[in-house]
C-alpha cells in the first residue's frame, strides 16, 4: 500500500468555520491531488499539486484553497465551510508521467 | 467537457454467478484504470489499460478496454462476497495529470 494518511478522519463542524484538512505521503511522488466523493457525482478534483508550492484548480475548486510547503505534506483548507461541503475528501497521489492514482483513507466531514 | 459513464448503477448477485460492469464514454482516453473502493476506505488501483483492444486478468477479474479506446468493461467469473464494493473506473485524456473518474458500480455479493 502507497504511505499516504490523511488527518483528521472524522470531522464534524459548525457552518462558518474553518476547517484545514492534511494529507502526508512517504512515496516522495511530486503529484498530489485532493478529491471529494458524493453520491452520484464519484470523485471529483478540487486542487492538485505538481510540486513544492505549485498548485492549480480543478472542477470544484470553489471554497477551497491548498497549501503545500513540502513534498510530503498537501492540506487543504476550507475558509468558510457550508453545509454543501459535507463529503468525503480523498488525498491522492501519483508519480510524474503516471494516470494511476493512490488514495489515502478518506476523511468524512460533516457540516452542521 | 470529458465524462464518463457506469452501468449498472447496482448490481446484486449470488456467490458464484458471473457479471460483467461496463464504462463508457464518448471521448477517447489515453488510459483507462479500474479501482476498487471497499466502505470507509480509498478507492485501490486494480489495473491500467493502455491499448485500444488490450485484456487484462487479474485471477477471476477480466478487464477489456475498447478497440476505439472510448469504453471498457469488467468481468468477474464465480464472485465471491470478498468481490463485494463500489467499482470506479477513470479515464486519462491527452494530459496525464487530467484523469476524470465515473460513478461507481455497486457491487454486492451475497453468500
Known amino acids: 500500500d502507497a504511505g499516504i494518511t490523511q488527518s483528521p478522519r472524522h470531522k464534524v463542524t459548525e457552518t462558518g468555520t474553518p476547517v484545514t484538512l492534511r494529507c502526508h505521503q512517504t512515496?516522495?511522488?511530486?503529484?498530489m491531488y485532493w478529491y471529494r466523493q458524493d453520491p452520484g457525482h464519484g470523485l471529483r478534483l478540487i486542487h492538485y499539486s505538481y510540486g513544492v508550492k505549485d498548485t492549480d484548480k480543478g472542477e470544484v475548486s470553489d471554497g477551497y484553497s491548498v497549501s503545500r510547503s513540502k513534498t510530503e505534506d498537501f492540506l487543504l483548507t476550507l475558509e468558510s465551510a457550508t453545509s454543501s461541503q459535507t463529503s468525503v475528501y480523498f488525498c491522492?497521489?501519483?508519480?510524474?508521467?503516471?494516470?494511476?492514482?493512490?488514495f489515502g483513507p478518506g476523511t468524512r466531514l460533516t457540516v452542521t | 467537457t470529458q465524462l464518463l459513464e457506469q452501468s449498472p448503477q447496482f448490481l446484486s448477485i449470488q456467490e458464484g454467478e458471473n457479471l460483467t460492469v461496463y464504462c463508457n464514454s464518448s471521448?477517447?482516453?489515453?488510459?483507462l484504470q479500474w479501482y476498487r473502493q471497499e466502505p470507509g476506505e480509498g478507492p485501490v488501483l486494480l489495473v491500467t489499460v493502455v491499448t485500444g483492444g488490450e485484456v487484462k486478468k487479474l485471477k477471476r477479474l477480466t478487464f477489456q478496454f475498447g478497440d476505439a479506446r472510448k469504453d471498457s468493461s469488467l468481468h468477474i467469473t464465480a464472485a465471491q462476497p470478498g468481490d463485494t464494493g463500489l467499482y470506479l473506473c477513470?479515464?486519462?485524456?491527452?494530459?496525464?495529470?487530467?484523469?476524470?473518474f465515473g460513478p461507481g458500480t455497486s457491487l454486492s455479493v451475497i453468500p
Open positions: 477513470a479515464g486519462a485524456g491527452t494530459s496525464y495529470d487530467k484523469v476524470i
Open positions: 471521448s477517447v482516453f489515453s488510459s
Open positions: 512515496e516522495n511522488h511530486r503529484y
Open positions: 491522492a497521489i501519483s508519480s510524474s508521467g503516471r494516470t494511476e492514482r493512490y
